[in-house]
């Protein structure tokens, strides 16, 4: 005889009834709309019933309970939106309106206005939002990008689910170094050369001739690639592309000039002419107005200027890279489009190297002479009529001891400050302001003795939230007192001794977005550092997820290897560097950044895999820069997190590049250190 099991709208009480429901083991579900809620399976009334049933019926009854349940919450939602899209008229008694109430396309723009950390906990907190959040392409889409450091570009015609299948692959590869198609490409011409460089997926070497030869690295296995030869008849010293926002490719050329304003002794300045061309084509940038040129107001030995991009603006660093004549170092800002010069800068011989865009407006200049980094503004529009001529804020780096001086300060971030892009093949785009800036410094002794090589890793959005930060030290009219290493330095940077754990942490070439690539000094593996608190969050959700599913400490030591991330490790390393004036503890949270959210948000369920387990995890409070020869005058701290990620596979390069979908790394001849090849390694 079939026993009568009742519905669920015949089990169900009044919503203040439920106070006095004593529970058994499950919670009462209050997410559930209308003013009256089922029984659960752990109210009292409910147990006596189920007690006397079969086992077999109990089994089958908890499942329709369960049918009955999911039918009475799409009833709900239905009736939720039938509400909100219909229109009423209003009665003496006023209707509340909740969040959940709005109908969905409202719901879904609110969400996508919302930072996407506080998409992941809405989808945390709510069960409708997380179906929502999880069934939703758009929104997965982008909250991935909030995790990943990306921008979306409007321009691009693929759907959103595609996009978003793009970006999980492309992201995968990296992180477990599953490349897609690797290529060598064959260096035309092995000579001496100046200077590689690497930008908008075009690579140049300049050689001592003055001869630029480039080529566009391939996004697919198949196409065979073409160099191409630049001459000029002027010397050409430097070049510069920006192809994603102005298809610009920047050459500057310098003309040596006699000068006789003494007779007897004559000297020798330089015009410099800088040359806009296409990228694409290699003819005159439409956009141009008039040519920039201007010539040195000193004797150059062998003028150098550094080009840096950011929309409209140029900004250029001249220098003299003999050291014989001990020129000034002057600096330029144009509008590239226009001609017109925006500022002009000088400063000692051996003050400046290279300029970094902070914003579209904003520049900072590594000042070696005075061991500090400098903002500068350029004047923008006819309002703008007073022309800088000092920096209007300034960071302290950490003070060296005495007999040391800064040599050379090397700033670097990729990609630049963008006005939008144009081009429609990429669905997304790193976002520049989330980018790792690189230095590198390099200190000499005054005595003679070998140099050392330090860098320091900060993003981009930590130097420009300095200024909100230390607002009381940008003065109106004077000269700005500088902000100590101290307030700023050690919650924003992480410091590197060059030659630590034998890897070359002084190129500022291998970096791109919040990812920093490294090769080994000789035959290794690649190491990667990843910069991104989203990525530290989730290695440390993973890794915790595993020691509390691990049964005995021996299998926590078996599969994490004794991972430096490890909390013994970082027991042993703070006691290694205690009584050194400052306090030392062990983090398992990321500043700024809260690993709840992946924990309990929709699709943020990040498994304990093998290249979790392998993955190296930096995050203390304050962490001591190794400097045994004491070039500082105090210890160094730096507490920036970053996760450390190696490939299996060894390589032979001699540098490593990266840019928005690649690495690569060159190869020399061996005898005389001259590039041979180029072995691409794409991810997408």
Same mark, same amino acid.
């Given at each position: 005889?079939?026993?009568?099991?009742?519905?669920?709208?015949?089990?169900?009480?009044?919503?203040?009834?439920?106070? $006095?429901?004593?529970?058994?083991?499950?919670?009462?579900? $209050?997410?559930?709309?209308?003013?009256?809620?089922?029984?659960?399976?752990?109210?009292?009334?409910?147990?006596?019933?189920?007690?006397?049933?079969?086992?077999?019926?109990?089994?089958?009854?908890?499942?329709? %309970?369960?049918?009955?349940?999911?039918?009475?919450?799409?009833?709900?939602?239905?009736?939720?939106?039938?509400?909100?899209?219909?229109?009423?008229?209003?009665?003496?008694?006023?209707?509340?309106?909740?969040?959940?109430?709005?109908?969905?396309?409202?719901?879904?723009?609110?969400?996508?206005?919302?930072?996407?950390?506080?998409?992941?906990?809405?989808?945390?907190?709510?069960?409708?939002?997380?179906?929502?959040?999880?069934?939703?392409?758009?929104?997965?889409?982008?909250?991935?990008?909030?995790?990943?450091?990306?921008?979306?570009?409007?321009?691009?015609?693929?759907?959103?689910?595609?996009?978003?299948?793009?970006?999980?692959?492309?992201?995968?590869?990296?992180?477990?170094?599953?490349?897609?198609?690797?290529?060598?490409?064959?260096?035309?011409?092995?000579?001496?050369?100046?200077?590689?460089?690497?930008?908008?997926?075009?690579?140049?070497?300049?050689?001592?001739?003055?001869?630029?030869?480039?080529?566009?690295?391939?996004?697919?296995?198949?196409?065979?690639?073409?160099?191409?030869?630049?001459?000029?008849?002027?010397?050409?010293?430097?070049?510069?592309?920006?192809?994603?926002?102005?298809?610009?490719? /920047?050459?500057?050329?310098?003309?040596?000039?006699?000068?006789?304003?003494?007779?007897?002794?004559?000297?020798?300045?330089?015009?410099?002419?800088? $040359?806009?061309?296409?990228?694409?084509?290699?003819?005159?940038?439409?956009?141009?107005?008039?040519?920039?040129?201007?010539?040195?107001?000193?004797?150059?030995?062998?003028?150098?200027?550094?080009?840096?991009? *950011?929309?409209?603006?140029?900004?250029? /660093?001249?220098?003299?890279?003999?050291?014989?004549?001990?020129?000034?170092?002057?600096?330029?800002?144009?509008?590239?489009?226009?001609?017109?010069?925006?500022?002009?800068?000088?400063?000692?011989?051996?003050?400046?190297?290279?300029?970094?865009?902070?914003? %579209?407006?904003?520049?900072?200049? #590594?000042?070696?002479?005075?061991?500090?980094?400098?903002?500068?503004?350029?004047?923008?529009?006819?309002?703008?009529?007073?022309?800088?001529?000092?920096?209007?804020?300034?960071?302290?780096?950490?003070?060296?001891?005495?007999?040391?001086?800064?040599?050379?300060?090397?700033?670097?971030?990729?990609?630049?400050?963008?006005?939008?892009?144009?081009?429609?093949?990429?669905?997304?785009?790193?976002?520049?302001?989330? *980018?790792?800036?690189?230095?590198?410094?390099?200190?000499?002794?005054?005595?003679?003795?070998?140099?050392?090589?330090?860098?320091?890793?900060? $993003?981009?959005?930590?130097?420009?939230?300095?200024?909100?930060?230390?607002?009381?030290?940008?003065?109106?009219?004077?000269?700005?007192?500088?902000?100590?290493?101290?307030?700023?330095?050690?919650?924003?940077?992480?410091?590197?001794?060059?030659?630590?754990?034998?890897?070359?942490?002084?190129?500022?070439?291998?970096?791109?977005?919040?990812?920093?690539?490294?090769?080994?000094?000789?035959?290794?593996?690649?190491?990667? &550092?990843?910069?991104?608190?989203?990525?530290?969050?989730?290695?440390?959700?993973?890794?915790?997820?595993?020691?509390?599913?691990?049964?005995?400490?021996?299998?926590?030591?078996?599969?994490?290897?004794?991972?430096?991330?490890?909390?013994?490790?970082?027991?042993?390393?703070?006691?290694?560097?205690?009584?050194?004036?400052?306090?030392?503890?062990?983090?398992?949270?990321?500043?700024?950044?809260? #690993?709840?959210?992946?924990?309990?948000?929709?699709?943020?369920?990040?498994?304990?895999?093998?290249?979790?387990?392998?993955?190296?995890?930096?995050?203390?409070?304050?962490?001591?820069?190794?400097?045994?020869?004491?070039?500082?005058?105090?210890?160094?701290?730096?507490?920036?997190?970053?996760?450390?990620?190696?490939?299996?596979?060894?390589?032979?390069?001699?540098?490593?590049? &990266?840019?928005?979908?690649?690495?690569?790394?060159?190869?020399?001849?061996?005898?005389?250190?001259?590039?041979?090849?180029?072995?691409?390694?794409?991810?997408?």
């Amino acid at each position: 005889m079939n026993e009568h099991i009742p519905s669920l709208e015949s089990l169900s009480l009044p919503q203040d009834e439920l106070l $006095h429901v004593q529970e058994i083991g499950h919670p009462i579900d $209050h997410t559930a709309l209308g003013d009256r809620v089922p029984f659960t399976l752990g109210s009292r009334q409910m147990a006596a019933f189920v007690a006397t049933m079969s086992p077999e019926r109990q089994e089958a009854f908890e499942v329709q %309970m369960a049918k009955q349940r999911e039918a009475l919450r799409l009833q709900e939602k239905r009736k939720v939106r039938q509400m909100a899209n219909s229109s009423f008229t209003a009665t003496t008694r006023p209707v509340k309106v909740t969040l959940l109430d709005l109908p969905l396309e409202t719901l879904m723009h609110i969400l996508l206005h919302l930072p996407f950390t506080s998409v992941v906990i809405c989808g945390g907190v709510n069960r409708h939002l997380q179906v929502l959040i999880s069934e939703s392409a758009e929104l997965q889409y982008y909250i991935h990008l909030g995790i990943y450091g990306m921008v979306d570009n409007p321009h691009c015609d693929l759907p959103i689910s595609e996009r978003l299948n793009r970006l999980l692959v492309r992201e995968r590869r990296w992180e477990e170094f599953d490349f897609d198609f690797d290529k060598i490409i064959d260096v035309p011409i092995v000579a001496e050369y100046r200077r590689v460089n690497l930008s908008a997926g075009a690579f140049s070497i300049l050689y001592e001739s003055g001869v630029l030869h480039q080529v566009q690295i391939p996004s697919k296995a198949d196409p065979e690639v073409e160099w191409k030869e630049i001459r000029t008849a002027p010397f050409l010293i430097n070049s510069g592309t920006r192809l994603l926002e102005q298809d610009l490719q /920047v050459l500057v050329t310098a003309q040596p000039q006699t000068v006789y304003t003494n007779v007897a002794k004559p000297h020798t300045i330089h015009e410099v002419q800088v $040359h806009l061309n296409q990228l694409s084509t290699g003819e005159p940038h439409p956009d141009t107005q008039r040519t920039i040129s201007f010539k040195t107001r000193e004797e150059f030995g062998r003028p150098w200027v550094a080009v840096e991009c *950011a929309g409209d603006n140029l900004v250029l /660093v001249l220098r003299d890279i003999m050291e014989e004549h001990k020129p000034d170092d002057q600096v330029y800002a144009y509008d590239w489009k226009t001609g017109e010069r925006k500022l002009e800068i000088n400063a000692p011989f051996g003050s400046y190297v290279y300029p970094l865009f902070l914003t %579209m407006h904003m520049f900072l200049l #590594s000042n070696a002479k005075n061991g500090e980094l400098e903002y500068w503004r350029i004047p923008q529009g006819p309002s703008e009529t007073h022309t800088p001529d000092q920096p209007f804020f300034i960071l302290s780096l950490p003070p060296l001891s005495s007999g040391n001086v800064f040599y050379r300060i090397f700033l670097n971030a990729e990609p630049q400050p963008a006005g939008g892009l144009q081009a429609v093949s990429k669905p997304f785009y790193t976002d520049p302001h989330r *980018a790792i800036i690189t230095a590198s410094a390099i200190i000499r002794p005054v005595d003679g003795s070998p140099q050392t090589i330090f860098s320091f890793f900060v $993003h981009r959005s930590s130097f420009v939230e300095c200024l909100n930060i230390f607002s009381a030290s940008i003065p109106s009219n004077e000269r700005p007192t500088p902000v100590p290493y101290d307030d700023w330095g050690p919650s924003a940077c992480r410091w590197f001794n060059d030659s630590a754990d034998g890897y070359d942490m002084g190129s500022t070439m291998g970096m791109f977005g919040q990812r920093y690539a490294s090769a080994a000094m000789g035959a290794g593996p690649l190491i990667v &550092l990843n910069f991104n608190p989203v990525d530290v969050a989730k290695v440390l959700v993973a890794k915790e997820r595993h020691i509390s599913k691990a049964e005995t400490r021996d299998e926590i030591d078996q599969n994490m290897g004794q991972d430096e991330g490890d909390q013994n490790i970082e027991e042993n390393q703070g006691e290694q560097y205690a009584g050194k004036g400052k306090k030392i503890s062990s983090q398992t949270s990321v500043p700024g950044i809260s #690993s709840k959210p992946f924990t309990q948000g929709p699709q943020m369920n990040f498994s304990s895999s093998e290249p979790w387990l392998q993955t190296k995890v930096v995050a203390r409070t304050l962490d001591p820069l190794d400097d045994p020869d004491r070039c500082f005058e105090d210890t160094v701290y730096s507490s920036l997190p970053y996760t450390m990620r190696s490939s299996q596979d060894k390589y032979d390069f001699e540098d490593l590049f &990266l840019d928005e979908e690649r690495m690569f790394g060159t190869r020399t001849d061996g005898y005389w250190n001259r590039l041979k090849q180029l072995h691409i390694l794409h991810y997408g």
